[in-house]
């Protein structure tokens, strides 16, 4: 089957319905609704963030539980976290190093915590990011969790959920061509296929703008001091790209533009058929402090 | 001021029976001192320093990559990274890819922004930062800046491709001129298809740049091709996949409301995207045949 050519038109017919879907009201977003639609939860918490920006690790807890609970539908975490994973299982969470502005610690000792609660042995659990391809837990994982902090990216566009996998692939660089648009396909190799039962956005710190790929500013970092999570990762990357875009028509006065519009997002649905990527389509569900939410 | 210098590269000339070109960086610079370690990168190994980011200079003719650090007690260190590339039109694409700050005044071309310096003198790109901020270490990179560029001895030229675009009569916004070398390079900055659906290659060079017409940009491509028939593809393939609906013309109006043009002129293709109407787009294609080769003349 010959691959459809996604082009500029794709972005602009897009942002036309959703547009015109906004102005018609609910009528036409019914009709979009027949669609495959996406949950997504966005929690947010003021007091995560201590003095001089120090994670307070138990509201951190309790703000992952909170959007799990929310996501599944259930009463308590636990009862949240046994619909995602078994005891049996062998898990890997997938987390991210980069020096700037890592995964928190405590979000990655949150989501242990639960896997132990689940019932999972510490020795079937690993949390990692290089190295993920000699990584025993990685390599027979029966789940992944994956996790990683909401940030503009050089060749993506932005580095979210998506691309957090490209770690499972020898040759990274080989994804970053036409705005790193094949990053999908890491999702359907055997070693990630299907195993993915959480993806969770750390919004805590989010970087809304940047250029070039080693280049930290932090005139461009905010205390956002949410999460973002789903198991729908294009409706995740969707909703974590339109925050960051929010954020810098608010600072700029402009949606200025990134190094590369994150169409790897967008691809990874139409072409990949990994969620969705389209706003109307996406329930996202607020939870807690709404201050400046601006989503 | 800066006071000692020492050889930290000796390179080739750009042409055979030239004599060999020392380039000298400086040793200290308002109070930081060079760390003596000469790290250098070449085509296999810059992916090691840069960690993602390599594509870009490889695209522009990379040859090598110089890299001294500088300290100072109670200061963040500062880097400085000499990069040469195969000619001064690729040193000043790879300035040009990722300019947005104001200029200040170093070498051939420079920017100044969030404690970043980046500038082109000759066949160099240049990228001078700090790891951290503050008044002091801002003036000591901007003092390292002018002591790399006045190390640097030959000018180079810009692109001649650069010389055929509209200028600010029709709303050109300096900061906004790409020097573009491939199809991935184009889509980092003005995203266009994820295929390269105006095949570009090797033997193609484009500019990029965007305009204000009636307080809204609109962006101007221009491309030129080895040959007729190169160009002549190329422009039938952006039609089909671009402006399938434009039914014989060479125009089509766009989902945000805006206009879209493509011409053929030779071996070169213009594209107008995003133009508040027919009239502004219209504009920007005429300035440009106007200068292109044997433009006075159709």
Not at chain 1, 226 to 251: C, M, S
Not at chain 2, 61 to 85: C, D, I, W
Not at chain 2, 103 to 116: D, H, K, N, V
Request: net charge positive; with cysteine.
């Amino acid at each position: 089957m010959k691959e459809k050519i996604v082009t500029r038109r794709d972005f602009l017919r897009v942002a036309a319905g959703t547009a015109m879907a906004a102005t018609l009201g609910s009528g036409i977003l019914g009709e979009a609704r027949a669609e495959p639609t996406a949950k997504v939860v966005l929690i947010r918490n003021a007091e995560v963030l201590g003095d001089q920006g120090k994670i307070q690790g138990e509201i951190l807890q309790s703000m992952l539980d909170e959007a799990v609970k929310s996501l599944l539908g259930a009463p308590e975490p636990l009862e949240a976290w046994q619909k995602l994973i078994k005891s049996s299982d062998i898990v890997g969470v997938k987390s991210n190093s980069w020096g700037k502005l890592p995964t928190p610690r405590e979000l990655e000792m949150a989501i242990k915590r639960r896997l132990l609660d689940v019932g999972v042995p510490d020795k079937n659990i690993d949390i990692a990011d290089r190295g993920v391809l000699n990584n025993p837990i990685f390599l027979s994982a029966t789940a992944l969790v994956n996790v990683r902090p909401l940030r503009t990216h050089h060749w993506a566009g932005v580095g979210t959920c998506l691309k957090n996998y490209i770690q499972f692939v020898p040759a990274p660089w080989a994804y970053h061509d036409e705005g790193c648009s094949s990053l999908g396909k890491i999702w359907t190799y055997p070693i990630v296929k299907g195993k993915t039962r959480l993806n969770i956005l750390s919004a805590l710190t989010p970087q809304f703008y940047g250029r070039g790929a080693n280049f930290f500013d932090k005139r461009y970092v905010w205390p956002y001091k949410g999460l973002i999570v789903g198991t729908d990762p294009v409706a995740v990357d969707t909703i974590g790209a339109h925050l960051l875009r929010t954020k810098r028509i608010g600072f700029f006065g402009e949606d200025r533009a990134l190094d590369v519009p994150p169409v790897h997002i967008m691809a990874a649905d139409k072409t990949y058929h990994l969620g969705v990527s389209d706003l109307s389509r996406i329930h996202l569900i607020k939870v807690g402090w709404m201050e400046e939410v601006l989503i | 001021m800066v006071s000692i210098f020492t050889v930290a590269e000796i390179v080739r000339g750009e042409e055979k029976g030239k004599i060999e070109q020392v380039i000298f960086l400086p040793a200290e610079a308002g109070g930081w001192r060079w760390d003596g370690k000469d790290e250098k990168y070449n085509s296999g190994t810059l992916f090691d320093y840069m960690d993602g980011a390599a594509e870009l200079y490889l695209a522009y003719g990379f040859q090598n990559l110089t890299v001294h650090r500088f300290e100072k007690s109670s200061q963040p260190a500062v880097t400085v990274e000499l990069y040469e590339m195969s000619s001064s039109e690729d040193a000043y694409g790879v300035f040009s890819f990722e300019r947005q700050d104001e200029a200040i005044g170093i070498g051939q071309g420079s920017e100044f922004g969030g404690g970043l310096l980046r500038f082109w003198k000759g066949k160099y790109f240049v990228s001078v930062y700090a790891d951290g901020e503050g008044v002091e270490v801002e003036s000591a990179i901007l003092k390292m800046g002018r002591a790399s560029a006045n190390s640097i001895p030959a000018l180079g030229l810009e692109p001649k491709l650069l010389g055929f675009i509209p200028g600010k009569d029709l709303g050109l916004v300096d900061k906004s001129v790409r020097y573009l070398k491939s199809h991935v390079l184009l889509n980092q900055r003005f995203f266009i298809a994820h295929q390269n659906i105006l095949n570009l290659n090797r033997k193609t060079e484009a500019v990029l740049a965007q305009y204000i017409r009636d307080k809204q940009k609109a962006q101007f491509l221009l491309i030129r091709y080895p040959n007729l028939k190169e160009s002549g593809d190329a422009y039938q393939s952006f039609m089909k996949a671009y402006l399938p609906d434009a039914r014989g013309k060479d125009r089509s109006k766009t989902e945000d409301g805006n206009w879209t043009f493509v011409r053929q002129r030779n071996e070169f293709i213009l594209i107008v995207f995003g133009a508040p109407t027919a009239d502004d787009a219209e504009a920007l294609l005429k300035a440009t045949g106007e200068k292109l080769p044997g433009g006075q003349r159709r």
